[in-house]
């Protein structure tokens, strides 16, 4: 940690320079330290390692690559502080918004995921699983009575944050730096939303059935709203006021542009 002192019960993830081969686990003992038998070095094998560290109460961390055909690799991750942000969400008329559902995105949270492909990610969700890490799950944040929220455990780095509600459109924050073990205060105004209905038909008028339809925002190009189509090709969404464009995706995407007031 950035106390310098060993961090018991990291989850260390080990893999091969950002390809497909399935990641390496191991678990930091007492004093933070772990060891784990690398793959040997060959005509598939790039010849580096990376080491991701998850830990309670840090944000992912990642080493510079490790050799893997020294005899006797080693590297020393120091673990940033993970930082809190707080906050209140409003409605139009400044009336607090309950039990609104949170995201923070920050391109440093996206570590350990971006590194390795889909389906290792899937692989390693299951062995995590197995050896008992809940603080990997994602987790869902939502405001209290008043409105106000305050995360815990996010990553330092420039954060916006992201508030939806079934009775109003998605809001953002403005985007903010958090340093490492510090604390930002963030404000989050959401618009009531209005309703967006309509039929997917194809070139033949015929209704397509789960097609993916999106509404996004022509001044923000944010997204605000997703659903299927019904069996008849039917759908209805919630979003705020203003020009909109519907998506529609099966196969092919194709859209057209709307005015919701």
């Known amino acids: 940690g950035g106390d310098r002192k060993g961090v018991q019960g990291a989850v260390v993830m080990l893999s091969e320079a950002e390809i497909s081969m399935l990641p390496l686990i191991a678990v930091t003992d007492g004093d933070g330290r772990f060891s784990r038998t690398l793959w040997p070095a060959g005509p598939n094998c790039t010849g580096a390692a990376y080491a991701t560290v998850f830990a309670p109460g840090h944000p992912p961390s990642r080493a510079k690559p490790l050799r893997v055909d020294d005899a006797d690799a080693g590297a020393t991750i ?51 699983a197995q050896l008992g890490v809940p603080y990997l799950e994602k987790r869902s944040f939502r405001t209290d009575a008043a409105g106000r929220f305050r995360l815990e455990g996010i990553a330092p780095g420039n954060i916006s944050v992201r508030a939806t509600h079934p009775l109003f459109t998605a809001g953002y924050s403005k985007e903010a730096f958090l340093a490492a073990g510090g604390e930002v205060a963030l404000e989050i105004r959401m618009a009531r939303a209005s309703g967006v209905a309509g039929v997917v038909e194809d070139s033949a008028g015929r209704p397509i059935a789960g097609a993916l339809v999106r509404v996004v925002d022509v001044a923000t190009r944010r997204y605000e709203a997703v659903a299927r189509s019904h069996e008849d090709g ?7 006021p203003g020009r909109k464009r519907l998506e529609a995706a099966k196969e092919l995407l194709s859209g057209a542009e709307v005015e919701v007031v």
């Open 78 to 128: 120091e673990l940033m502080p993970s930082g809190t942000v707080s906050g209140r969400v409003f409605g139009p008329s400044d009336e607090s918004v309950e039990a609104a559902a949170l995201e923070v995105t920050s391109a440093s949270s996206e570590l350990g995921v971006t590194i390795v492909s889909a389906l290792t990610v899937r692989a390693l969700s299951t062995t995590l």
């Open 234 to 240: 039917r759908f209805r969404l919630r979003c705020g």
